[in-house]
Nanobody, 121 residues
Framework: QVQLVESGGGLVQAGGCLRL?????????????MGWFRQAPGKEREFVSA????????YYADSVKGRFTISRDNAKNTMWMQMNSLKPEDTAVYYC??????????????WGQGTQVTVSS
């Protein structure tokens, strides 16, 4: 069973930064496409970023492009998302996601428990 554990959320002022981490166990990490989704209160869960199994391809939602950076280290079984220039509209629960296919954009097989990010104005 694949387990995803997020960390790094918190409260930050607008313009600040946070780095989210996702530690993965239970499967060869390099075989998994990874990504981040978020869900704000009263809204549906939405795609934020994705990274291929080898780390060579990354994808971003237009709303975070240029501000967020996704990365992974397959030797450490860990994925990160550096979030800079945070805005109040980035406030949400952020979920780590994994897929056995080439990308989480088309489907997610495993979810983390979520970590809260709150950006104050």
């Amino acid at each position: 069973q694949v387990q995803l554990v997020e960390s790094g959320g918190g409260l930050v002022q607008a313009g600040g930064c946070l780095r989210l981490s996702c530690a993965v166990s239970g499967r060869t990490f390099g075989s998994l496409a990874m990504g981040w989704f978020r869900q704000a209160p009263g809204k549906e869960r939405e795609f934020v970023s994705a990274i291929s199994g080898g780390g060579g391809r990354t994808y971003y939602a237009d709303s975070v492009k240029g501000r967020f950076t996704i990365s992974r280290d397959n030797a450490k079984n860990t994925m990160w998302m550096q979030m800079n220039s945070l805005k109040p509209e980035d406030t949400a629960v952020y979920y780590c996601a994994a897929a056995q296919t080439s990308t989480v954009i088309t489907g997610v097989d495993y979810w983390g428990q979520g970590t809260q990010v709150t950006v104050s104005s």
